[in-house]
């Protein structure tokens, strides 16, 4: 889903998640509506990076286990394999126990936005909604990313990113366009790409003196 800046791209992100309550109409999943589900079992279907990730007081497995009681160690470092913060967490002095607060405490914006995406991972949600998710990753944090998505296609899962540049969509088959928190296109990715690329052309051709662009 890609638009400019107060398109509602995030306002989409946080309704999908149940975070927000929808002004209008319903969001299903499986068949029922989201606000049917407790706000736990939503969390164990649905997968969130929002655009500002913010850590919980405590450790990093806690907050990648979402402050879980009981959550396992091998599902904790799952999630973080599969965002590539598993070798960056084991060389933090004390790992995984690495207390950490909403200030980030030592963690880089890098840093952060894995440990927000192996928490959006943990227990292999059916849905994963990703907000502007490259916002702060690295190369290798970038990689993991598009490997994660791929995997989930590959599962059978679905994955939502809301991005402002055409580039962050890469590896989406679908494409939704919002400007003004309306829809203008939707449909197969390079599909609405090229339209939009005609629509600009077109646009540029008739601003230009004589209709030549």
């Not at 209008?24 to 706000?39: F, H, M, S, V, W």
């Not at 091998?74 to 690495?98: F, Q, S, V, W």
């Not at 790409?193 to 601003?207: D, F, P, T």
């Given at each position: 889903?890609?638009?400019?800046?107060?398109?509602?791209?995030?306002?989409?992100?946080?309704?999908?998640?149940?975070?927000?309550?929808?002004?209008?109409?319903?969001?299903?999943?499986?068949?029922?509506t989201i606000d049917q589900y407790e706000a736990d079992a939503l969390g164990r279907?649905?997968?969130?990076?929002?655009?500002?990730?913010?850590?919980?007081?405590?450790?990093?497995?806690?907050?990648?286990?979402r402050l879980e009681p009981g959550a396992k160690d091998e599902d904790i470092i799952?999630?973080?394999?599969?965002?590539?913060?598993?070798?960056?967490?084991?060389?933090?002095?004390?790992?995984?126990?690495?207390?950490?607060?909403?200030?980030?405490?030592?963690?880089?914006?890098?840093?952060?936005?894995?440990?927000?995406?192996?928490?959006?991972?943990?227990?292999?949600?059916?849905?994963?909604?990703?907000?502007?998710?490259?916002?702060?990753?690295?190369?290798?944090?970038?990689?993991?990313?598009?490997?994660?998505?791929r995997s989930m296609k590959t599962e059978g899962k679905s994955v939502l990113i809301?991005?402002?540049?055409?580039?962050?969509?890469?590896?989406?088959?679908?494409?939704?366009?919002?400007?003004?928190?309306?829809?203008?296109?939707?449909?197969?990715?390079?599909?609405?790409?090229?339209?939009?690329?005609?629509?600009?052309?077109?646009?540029?051709?008739?601003?230009?003196?004589?209709?030549?662009?």
């Amino acid at each position: 889903m890609i638009g400019p800046s107060g398109a509602g791209k995030s306002t989409l992100a946080r309704a999908l998640t149940g975070v927000w309550r929808a002004a209008g109409g319903k969001i299903r999943l499986d068949g029922a509506t989201i606000d049917q589900y407790e706000a736990d079992a939503l969390g164990r279907y649905v997968g969130y990076l929002p655009q500002q990730v913010t850590l919980f007081d405590g450790t990093l497995a806690e907050n990648i286990a979402r402050l879980e009681p009981g959550a396992k160690d091998e599902d904790i470092i799952k999630a973080a394999k599969k965002a590539a913060a598993h070798d960056m967490i084991l060389r933090l002095p004390d790992g995984y126990n690495t207390r950490v607060s909403a200030a980030g405490a030592q963690l880089s914006g890098g840093q952060i936005q894995r440990v927000g995406l192996a928490r959006a991972l943990y227990g292999d949600p059916v849905i994963l909604v990703l907000d502007e998710p490259n916002s702060n990753l690295d190369n290798e944090g970038s990689q993991a990313l598009n490997h994660a998505i791929r995997s989930m296609k590959t599962e059978g899962k679905s994955v939502l990113i809301m991005a402002h540049r055409p580039a962050a969509i890469q590896e989406c088959d679908m494409l939704l366009v919002l400007d003004g928190g309306s829809v203008k296109a939707f449909g197969p990715r390079d599909e609405v790409l090229g339209k939009m690329v005609k629509n600009a052309n077109e646009i540029r051709a008739a601003q230009t003196p004589g209709g030549v662009a």
